[in-house]
Every structure is written in structure tokens, then in C-alpha cells.
């Protein structure tokens, strides 16, 4: 006779490991090698798992990497949202969200660029879901852009002609862009110089009482 009181039995051991350091040392590997690059081996080796431990913590590879693309936005990549929220000003946060994007897309410690930014930009159709999710990160970024410019123009910071839509969209191609040109070598003193020209382009949107960075 079953006890509908019982509780139903776990499958398997717990794992046996901190779920947040694997999860940074799968960042790590998806980063520098990319979703389709890095193999079931090449994560188990980083992470120092096994790979029926890996089946059984995360479910799928892919399950995997969106809990690291997850893992990265609410730690490495957090420093994106924190300028935004910290900041009293739009102008004062979007200049330090590109200037902390200059330095943090060249540190020495983990690949270059932004994870997001670059992510899965294409791959074999089998992996087209991974094209999509990466695309709705990037995406809710720039949905985050677009709101707090408006609230910018809500409290009269910009003007309220300012396109909110259309700036959203360009400083979401200026980061993207950095990430890449860092990939490519870009020192963080030539990022720097991106920035700061996109800070200037923030400037003619103030209303005549706004902040400034």
C-alpha cells in the first residue's frame, strides 16, 4: 500500500560540489571556447566534474549554458546593471556602464569581451535555440536601456523629444561592438576612446537642467 504522506525518493547522490564554482568554471570554458566549441569533455575537465554528474546536476549541456549565461549576468556582467541603478543620473550611469565596459572587456584573469554580447551569434541549425536565448539576453539589455532613458525623460533629464528607442538600440551597438574589438585586441585604453565619444553623443540629449556624467 503506498503512503501518500511519503515523500518521493531523490534519484541518485546529491552532488557532491559547490554548484557556484562549477558553474564559473563552465563560464570560463563556454566563453573562450563557445557553445558549439566547448565538448561534454572540455566542460567536465574545467568544471572537475564527471560527466554523469554534470547530466544529473544541470540536465543537457545546453540547460547548462543557460544557467552559466544566467551565472554570468548576476556576476561577472553585473556591473551593467549596477551602474545603471546606482547612478542618480541617465547620462552619470551610462558613462560609467561604458567606461566599466572598457575595463572589464580587457582583463587579464578571463577571456576578453562581454559573454552576452558575443554570445552565439550563429551556429549549426541543431543549436538554434542557443542563437535565440543569447538574442533575448541581448535584447532584455537593451529593454533595460530603453527604460531608464525614459524615466530619464520622465523626471526631465532628456529632453522629450529624445528617441528612446533608437538611443536604446545605439548604445546597445556601441557595447556590442567594444566586446568585439576587444576580442579582437583592443587594448582598454583604445575602448576608453570609444566611450568617451559615446558619452559625448549622450550630452545633446539633456534637457537644460539635466546632470551631467
Not at 206 to 211: E, K, L, M
Request: glycine letters at 8%.
Amino acid at each position: 500500500m503506498i503512503n501518500k504522506n511519503s515523500q518521493p525518493r531523490r534519484r541518485g547522490r546529491p552532488p557532491s560540489f559547490d554548484r557556484g564554482t562549477v558553474l564559473e568554471r563552465a563560464m570560463l570554458a563556454f566563453w573562450k571556447l563557445g557553445y558549439e566549441g566547448a565538448s561534454i569533455a572540455d566542460l567536465t575537465a574545467a568544471m572537475g566534474i564527471t560527466a554523469q554528474s554534470l547530466y544529473a546536476a544541470f540536465g543537457s549541456k545546453s540547460a547548462l549554458y543557460h544557467e552559466v549565461l544566467e551565472h554570468y549576468q548576476q556576476t561577472t556582467g553585473a556591473f551593467s546593471a549596477r551602474a545603471l541603478e546606482e547612478e542618480p543620473g541617465a547620462i552619470a550611469g551610462f558613462a560609467r556602464l561604458l567606461r566599466e565596459s572598457a575595463a572589464q572587456f580587457c582583463r587579464a584573469d578571463r577571456p576578453r569581451g562581454c559573454m552576452v554580447s558575443t554570445a552565439v551569434l550563429a551556429c549549426a541549425a541543431e543549436n538554434q535555440e542557443q542563437v535565440r536565448y543569447a538574442a533575448q539576453l541581448r535584447e532584455a539589455a537593451i529593454a533595460a536601456f530603453r527604460h531608464r532613458i525614459d524615466r530619464a525623460i520622465d523626471t526631465g533629464e532628456f529632453r522629450p523629444t529624445t528617441d528612446s528607442a533608437a538611443l536604446a538600440r545605439y548604445l546597445g551597438a556601441i557595447i556590442q561592438g567594444m566586446s568585439i574589438q576587444a576580442q579582437d585586441g583592443a587594448t582598454e585604453p583604445e575602448l576608453r576612446g570609444i566611450a568617451e565619444r559615446a558619452i559625448e553623443t549622450l550630452r545633446p540629449f539633456a534637457a537644460p537642467i539635466g546632470g551631467s556624467a
